[in-house]
């Protein structure tokens, strides 16, 4: 999808203004959490400038840490048609998450710091529990008509709201295996990854400290997602 014929908000002055300013867009995700009254750890400074400069990272914290923290604070400092795909082993975690990452936008947008969603795939034949996406004309090269691209959807919000900042999903509302051959589990999903290709910040595997204790042949679609849905789209 074209630059041209996406719609964009308005930077906030602060995001703005520090942007221009050259400050890197890891200690512009410090400034961020500072701003929600939080200061960064170290270990998330750390994870944050090596997301910066394009490398992978494992993260190893004690429960409580802030690890989800890192990922979000670059969700919060990063500007549109930016997004981050968050794999999360249960749907428990994904709820709790989406509803206090968008408690931070909505606290950060009152602020005049940024705007941003976040939102999760609980159905993608009807509209999430999310923020709802900003309207946006349909773009006529979307291949695909049917439910999983309705207005309100995940699929439909990802290609079309330059607001969404993070997706959270368990990998197998992604990935699907069928005749030994692992693939999108939804057309509609596919084809929306595939339109912010290179506007995928990073995919976050949280929690994946439960993938090693079930094993990997429990819930292999971990192993699987990023090939089945957009091999080419991130950095990792």
Same mark, same amino acid.
């Given at each position: 999808?074209s630059?041209? !014929? ?18 890197? *867009? ?23 400038? +090596? ?38 082993? +249960? ?10 990452? @968008?408690?931070?936008?909505?606290? +950060? !947008?009152? +602020? ?6 976040? &939102? ?56 699907s ?5 692992? !693939?999108?589990?939804?057309? *509609? &999903?596919?084809?929306?990854l ?22 990997? !042949? ?14 080419d @789209?991130?950095?990792?």
């Amino acid at each position: 999808m074209s630059d041209d !014929t996406r719609p964009r908000t308005v930077e906030s002055d602060q995001c703005a203004a520090l942007s221009e300013a050259g400050v890197s *867009a890891a200690d512009r995700a410090v400034a961020a959490l500072r701003a929600l009254g939080r200061e960064a750890y170290s270990h998330q400074r750390q994870v944050l400038q +090596l997301q910066s400069d394009g490398g992978d990272v494992l993260l190893c914290a004690a429960t409580g840490a802030g690890k989800s923290a890192a990922y979000q604070a670059a969700a919060y400092a990063a500007p549109d048609w930016t997004l981050i795909v968050v794999l999360q082993p +249960l749907v428990e975690l994904i709820h709790e998450q989406t509803a206090r990452t @968008n408690a931070d936008f909505a606290e +950060l !947008t009152r +602020l005049g710091w940024s705007v941003g969603r976040a &939102m999760h795939g609980a159905h993608y034949g009807r509209p999430s529990d999310g923020a709802a996406p900003a309207a946006a004309d349909e773009p006529s090269a979307a291949p695909l008509d049917t439910p999983e691209l309705a207005e309100g959807s995940l699929a439909h919000a990802i290609a079309y709201d330059p607001q969404l900042r993070i997706v959270y999903v368990t990998p197998e509302e992604l990935a699907s295996k069928e005749s030994g051959r692992w !693939t999108a589990r939804s057309a *509609a &999903m596919q084809w929306a990854l595939a339109t912010r290709k290179g506007e995928i910040l990073a995919w976050a595997y949280d929690e994946c400290h439960l993938v090693d204790r079930w094993g990997s !042949t429990f819930r292999d679609a971990y192993l699987h997602v990023e090939e089945a849905c957009t091999a080419d @789209n991130t950095r990792g």
